[in-house]
């Protein structure tokens, strides 16, 4: 991997990576995708991570997104382990905690976008009625407010990644 910008200051830690290695079984040996990564990004700090293709990008967002297991070293992520925790645990933390846009949408199909922003509030037990009202607010501030009731089929392009982005948010 080529470069990981980051900055360390004062502000509260929000991810806090220290000597993270990913491997893969291949065979009878071990494929090291990346070895001792530490990366430290602070609140309303902005990380690009760039490499080659291949390089481990993907991998190391897995990682810190708590979708994969490093193979050694650990993340914190707030103050917490976030591999330490039970399956469920991480998958209530990632819903309370993080948001991932991808380059595909991922959205819901036969669900509106007002019904696909306020999915995860919702499911993570905010009530229906308060997972809504947020919804629709963070959609105006992306500028689709008149587009609340569309599905995804009915949206163009840059409206199903804002749509993905109010997801996220
Ligand atoms: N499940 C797996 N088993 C073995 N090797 C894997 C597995 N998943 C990914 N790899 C290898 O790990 C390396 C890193 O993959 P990764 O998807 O993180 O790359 P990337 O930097 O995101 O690349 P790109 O820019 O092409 O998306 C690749 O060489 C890939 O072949
Ligand atoms: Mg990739």
Redesign the pocket.
């Given at each position: 991997?080529s470069d990981s910008a980051t900055m360390n200051d004062d502000r509260s830690l929000v991810i806090n990576c220290e000597k993270v290695t990913?491997t893969?079984?291949?065979g009878p040996g071990k494929?090291t995708?990346?070895s001792d990564i530490s990366l430290q990004v602070s609140a309303g700090e902005s990380v690009g991570?760039v490499?080659?293709?291949?390089?481990?990008?993907?991998?190391?967002?897995?990682l810190l997104g708590g979708l994969d297991k490093p193979s050694s070293g650990h993340i914190d992520i707030c103050g917490q382990d976030i591999h330490r925790m039970s399956e469920s645990g991480r998958a209530r933390f990632r819903n309370r905690h993080l948001g991932f846009v991808y380059q595909f949408h991922h959205l819901l199909p036969e669900f509106s976008a007002l019904e696909n922003v306020m999915m995860p509030g919702a499911l993570g037990g905010r009530g229906v009625r308060q997972a809504s009202e947020q919804a629709t607010a963070i959609l105006e501030r992306v500028g689709l407010g008149a587009r609340l009731g569309h599905k995804p089929g009915e949206l163009s392009g840059g409206e199903r990644q804002r749509v993905a982005i109010a997801r996220a948010w």
């Open positions: 991997m990913r893969y079984n291949e494929l995708i990346f991570i490499g080659s293709s291949g390089a481990g990008k993907t991998t190391l967002l897995n």
